[in-house]
């Protein structure tokens, strides 16, 4: 039997889901927020978390900003060692508009602030860019605002703090080495937080909206449509709400279907779309004519990287004819590859699903004598669910993601490797997500050019190659033995499935937070997890970001620990 490996535990940091509500003063200048942190030590560059919390206070002046603006904001963090600086914090002599001055000190006892290297008791960065977001302001000035309906709704009793204000903010980046071996990017990132504001820009009665899902199918597909049509009628009363099917082709070439609750009441618990979807079919113009045609004034899109590409044409067209229609992207990729927010809908359940498959390439490939089990997840240009699967599952030997190239024969190649492990434990387990290794596979000349209806390169079977390739390297090899290669290639499985419990709860908290922002008027962006609290990203940036796996952090040098692998790097 093969003898079991366990990988070292690796401890991850992130913040609270849960975001701490901002306490409103007097002063409308100024707001005040409790946050939780930690006391760091460190000596010489090194830096270790103690499990001691304080309760740091945070003050952020606003400096003749306007409501919703982009700023530029300028921190100094001062440590349980020092004094709070002078003129509360804020640079002396400052008077530039847009600016935000954000001062943080915490206290704690004495001897440990005496421990503490002197360096870094005080430590300060600048700029943060808070990121605009587009709003239909920018181009109907004139558009009247009404008081948000969750006022009179009956499930709901707002308080002093439970609307989002123009201050609340996400940041992009939380962690910093203060040794400054490892500076942070710049500019330093943040986005407005979502939830509902005090003032909307839509009468209920006049809501039209429109929901349309694009691409490949998802676990959690059918949730989010379920919470969109569900929130819209009980947060805000809106009724006439409608799907949109066959992807961005029925726009212009069906008649869209009207949905209410009762309609969608347990879609939540079904796989794949009701709503029908289709990669392909996007044509700018007939979109859009047929958009302002059928009187859609909301239009929520639900899509991976390439639908949001079009999401950003959508938008732009809109803004270009000045039309009160605000358009909201909702990310969905299972490939987890889409960049900035923590991670897509649908990923965990993938993650979880993929279980099923490894474990029974584990059992065929131990129940025969030299068996390999082989694998393959879904990630044409992220490795995620392979990766995040074979650190879950810890029965995998070897896992090849697209980030990291491999090599077959010779010496520190995947054959030599599969070779010493059948030796050793009489069985393997390989897992391939699907663009790995595609440069490695003959093509043919149409081969080459052969597109999809999105316009992405076609890939091969990677799986089929691999397992023909092992074949002729143990007949070749080792001729007269016994071998087995068990293929299991559980795509479809895997995204078909409806969401687990995880991605129901993600999908609620999307599909609301799309809702608030798109009654708030913002349009041409994105809702979605930064460091556990849910911010309004702008639509092109996420188009442009990609969610690659990093194979320089930490968590690679674990997942290796895990599966024993080589590098694959050719001496």
């Known amino acids: 039997m093969r003898s079991s490996r366990r990988g070292e535990k690796g401890t991850s940091s992130r913040s609270s889901p849960s975001a701490s509500s901002s306490s409103r003063g007097a002063c409308t200048s100024t707001r005040c927020a409790h946050i939780q942190s930690k006391h760091v030590s460190s000596s010489r560059g090194s830096s270790s978390t103690s499990p001691r919390k304080t309760h740091q206070r945070v003050k952020l002046q606003e400096l003749s900003k306007p409501p919703e603006s982009s700023a530029t904001?300028?921190?100094?963090?001062?440590?349980?060692?020092?004094?709070?600086?002078?003129?509360?914090?804020?640079?002396?002599?400052?008077?530039?508009?847009?600016?935000?001055?954000?001062?943080?000190?915490?206290?704690g006892q004495q001897q440990q602030r005496q421990r503490q290297d002197q360096s870094l008791d005080t430590f300060s960065f600048a700029p943060v860019s808070l990121q605009r977001l587009p709003h239909l302001a920018d181009y109907l000035p004139d558009l009247r605002t009404l008081p948000n309906p969750l006022d009179s709704n009956r499930f709901f009793h707002p308080v002093d703090g439970f609307y989002v204000s123009p201050g609340d903010v996400i940041l992009r980046q939380i962690v910093y080495d203060l040794s400054g071996m490892f500076p942070p990017p710049a500019p330093h990132l943040a986005y407005h937080r979502a939830g509902p504001r005090e003032r909307v820009f839509f009468e209920p009665s006049e809501v039209r909206a429109a929901i349309v899902t694009c691409g490949g199918l998802c676990p959690g597909l059918n949730t989010v449509l379920r919470e969109l049509v569900v929130g819209l009628w009980e947060l805000y009363d809106a009724r006439e709400i409608y799907g949109i099917t066959a992807g961005y082709r029925g726009f212009y070439s069906r008649e869209p279907v009207k949905l209410s609750p009762k309609m969608v009441h347990g879609w939540h618990k079904m796989g794949g779309t009701a709503?029908?979807?289709?990669?392909?079919?996007?044509?700018?113009?007939?979109?859009?004519?047929?958009?302002?045609?059928?009187?859609?004034?909301?239009?929520?899109?639900?899509?991976?990287?390439?639908?949001?590409?079009?999401?950003?044409?959508?938008?732009?067209?809109?803004?270009?004819?000045?039309?009160?229609?605000?358009?909201?992207?909702?990310?969905?990729?299972?490939?987890?590859?889409?960049?900035?927010?923590?991670?897509?809908?649908?990923?965990?359940?993938?993650?979880?699903?993929?279980?099923?498959?490894?474990?029974?390439?584990?059992?065929?490939?131990?129940?025969?004598?030299?068996?390999?089990?082989?694998?393959?997840?879904?990630?044409?240009?992220?490795?995620?669910?392979?990766?995040?699967?074979?650190?879950?599952?810890?029965?995998?030997?070897?896992?090849?993601?697209?980030?990291?190239?491999?090599?077959?024969?010779?010496?520190?190649?995947?054959?030599?490797?599969?070779?010493?492990?059948?030796?050793?434990?009489?069985?393997?387990?390989?897992?391939?997500?699907?663009?790995?290794?595609?440069?490695?596979?003959?093509?043919t000349a149409s081969q080459k050019e052969e597109r999809d209806e999105s316009g992405n390169l076609v890939f091969l079977d990677v799986g089929g190659w691999l397992k023909s390739e092992l074949k002729k390297w143990w007949d070749q090899d080792h001729p007269n033995e016994l071998f087995t290669v068990k293929y299991i290639d559980p795509t479809y499985m895997i995204r078909a499935v409806p969401a687990n419990a995880t991605d129901n709860l993600y999908c609620t908290l999307l599909a609301h937070s799309a809702i608030h922002g798109v009654m708030a008027g913002y349009t041409g962006f994105v809702c979605g997890p930064i460091n556990g609290n849910y911010a309004y990203i702008p639509l092109d940036e996420v188009a442009k970001a990609k969610n690659e796996v990093n194979t320089r952090d930490h968590k690679w040098a674990w997942f290796r620990s895990v599966t024993n692998q080589p590098d694959f790097l050719r001496s």
């Open 73 to 107: 904001l300028f921190a100094r963090v001062t440590s349980p060692s020092s004094p709070p600086p002078e003129n509360g914090g804020v640079v002396p002599g400052s008077h530039r508009p847009h600016r935000l001055f954000l001062h943080a000190a915490a206290g």
């Open 275 to 443: 709503l029908e979807t289709s990669r392909g079919g996007f044509d700018l113009e007939k979109i859009v004519n047929a958009i302002e045609e059928k009187g859609f004034n909301q239009v929520y899109i639900i899509g991976g990287d390439g639908t949001m590409r079009g999401a950003v044409k959508i938008f732009e067209e809109i803004r270009r004819r000045k039309l009160k229609i605000t358009v909201v992207g909702i990310p969905k990729t299972v490939d987890n590859d889409i960049g900035i927010i923590d991670r897509s809908f649908g990923f965990q359940t993938a993650v979880e699903m993929a279980q099923q498959a490894i474990n029974a390439a584990h059992v065929e490939a131990e129940s025969a004598v030299n068996g390999i089990g082989l694998v393959k997840l879904m990630g044409r240009s992220t490795g995620h669910i392979a990766l995040h699967a074979t650190l879950s599952n810890r029965d995998v030997d070897c896992c090849l993601i697209p980030e990291v190239d491999f090599f077959l024969e010779g010496k520190g190649g995947l054959l030599e490797f599969l070779d010493q492990r059948l030796k050793e434990n009489g069985h393997a387990v390989l897992v391939v997500a699907e663009g790995a290794g595609q440069d490695l596979i003959p093509r």
